[in-house]
């Protein structure tokens, strides 16, 4: 085995290793589900923060769609109230470490406390459901995928991302057209919306859900997405 990380590493290099979306040495990986119906799951990534976590969940419940929301540990401590409102709004809570670090190159008692830690802020708001995870910046290399396949949990990518580009990430009616043009059957849409800065990522959010509606798509949430593989 570990021949065979040094030759992969060695053909394609560290950093390609550690941003794949479709590749990690153990354990299981989704950046979209393989299905043939018309569902896709909207995540936010970071978290919660009071300029912009109420006024997203608000837009939410007018579009009338459940998200995945990718918290912060450190961020959930601070504002324990807003991820008790993101519970309260019947939304799916995942794991995005406590310090928001990246997973490369660190102890797996580093890896433990992130996600453990976080794990138990998660519950502490009183989610219920299963906890499944994402790497800040998706950013894993060794010892976070094993940590992972050890405790039978996923690794949760995505397949469409808008903020990536500033030209996009400049406009709510840009990053609306780049989301739907690139949706297709089983996407993971990821989007940064709680921050300050974030506000067109917010005001998107319901010409998005709006759009692929028309389209004849049903959001979902992570948990759910899943249950659709081979579907």
């Known amino acids: 085995m570990v021949l065979v990380i040094v030759l992969v590493a060695g053909t394609f290099g560290?950093?390609?290793?550690?941003?794949?979306?479709?590749?990690?040495?153990?354990?299981?990986?989704?950046?979209r589900v393989d299905t043939s119906a018309k569902v896709v799951a909207l995540t936010f990534d970071d978290g919660p923060h009071p300029a912009g976590t109420r006024p997203l969940l608000d837009e939410l419940a007018r579009a009338q769609v459940p998200a995945t929301f990718y918290l912060i540990g450190q961020d959930m401590a601070k504002h324990p109230e807003l991820t008790k409102?993101?519970?309260?709004?019947?939304?799916?809570?995942?794991?995005?470490?406590?310090?928001?670090?990246?997973?490369?190159?660190?102890?797996?008692?580093?890896?433990?406390?992130?996600?453990?830690?976080?794990?138990?802020?998660?519950?502490?708001?009183?989610?219920?459901?299963?906890?499944?995870?994402?790497p800040p910046?998706?950013?894993?290399?060794?010892?976070?995928?094993?940590?992972?396949?050890?405790?039978?949990?996923?690794?949760?990518?995505?397949?469409?991302?808008?903020?990536?580009?500033?030209?996009?990430?400049?406009?709510?009616?840009?990053?609306?057209?780049?989301?739907?043009?690139?949706?297709?059957?089983?996407?993971?849409?990821?989007?940064?919306g709680m921050y300050a800065g974030r506000a067109e990522t917010r005001r998107?959010?319901?010409?998005?859900?709006?759009?692929?509606k028309a389209e004849g798509y049903r959001f979902v949430t992570v948990g759910e997405l899943l249950t659709y593989q081979g579907k």
């Open 137 to 192: 910046n998706g950013k894993k290399l060794l010892t976070l995928p094993s940590y992972l396949d050890d405790h039978d949990r996923r690794t949760i990518m995505w397949d469409v991302e808008p903020n990536t580009d500033p030209e996009v990430d400049a406009s709510a009616s840009r990053i609306a057209d780049f989301t739907v043009s690139n949706v297709r059957p089983g996407s993971i849409i990821l989007l940064h």
């Open 85 to 134: 409102a993101i519970v309260a709004a019947g939304h799916e809570l995942g794991n995005h470490t406590y310090s928001h670090e990246r997973m490369v190159f660190v102890t797996p008692a580093f890896v433990a406390g992130e996600i453990e830690r976080t794990d138990q802020l998660i519950r502490d708001a009183g989610y219920r459901g299963e906890i499944t995870f994402r």
């Open 204 to 212: 998107a959010v319901g010409p998005i859900v709006n759009r692929l």
């Open 14 to 31: 560290v950093q390609a290793l550690t941003s794949a979306r479709t590749f990690q040495f153990f354990g299981g990986l989704t950046d």
